[in-house]
């Protein structure tokens, strides 16, 4: 009788843990097995481009972002392709972003292998919604 009380006292703390600790982003996932980088490397395409509180797409329509786990980043805006790079900062809650010689700092709101969303932490009322290819 004891040993199952002691199994369900690690349980019951390891889901506790489990529970507090998977959630890194506000909007989710709440638990994924794969890798921050393995999420962010690949093509995304615009969903939403929002600057205060109005979605231009359609500006964004024709622009793509390309990460690859090397830390290569390139933007392809109109078939032209602009090299950069890319970095997690902050505890890997938001990225680093550098081409043109310039700095976009992101922090990351919802992370999976399909969606990223991103709010812009130099202009707070700009946010992206990013899907995967």
């Known amino acids: 009788m004891k040993k199952i009380l002691i199994f369900t006292l690690y349980i019951a703390f390891g889901l506790s843990i489990a529970y507090t600790g998977c959630k890194k982003y506000d909007d989710g996932p709440f638990f994924i097995l794969s890798s921050k980088k393995g999420r962010v490397e690949g093509n995304w395409k615009f969903k939403k481009y929002i600057y205060a509180g109005n979605n231009f797409i359609q500006s964004y329509a024709t622009r793509e972002w390309k990460f690859k786990k090397d830390g290569a ?3 392809v805006f109109n ?8 970095k997690f900062i902050l505890h890997k809650k938001a990225i680093d972003m550098t081409n043109y010689g310039n700095t976009e700092l992101w922090t990351i709101t919802r992370l999976t292998k399909d969606e990223m969303w991103l709010e812009s932490i130099d202009l707070p009322l700009q946010e992206v919604q990013l899907t995967s290819e």
């Open 79 to 86: 078939g032209i392709e602009f090299p950069g790079s890319w």
């Open 73 to 75: 980043f390139t933007e």
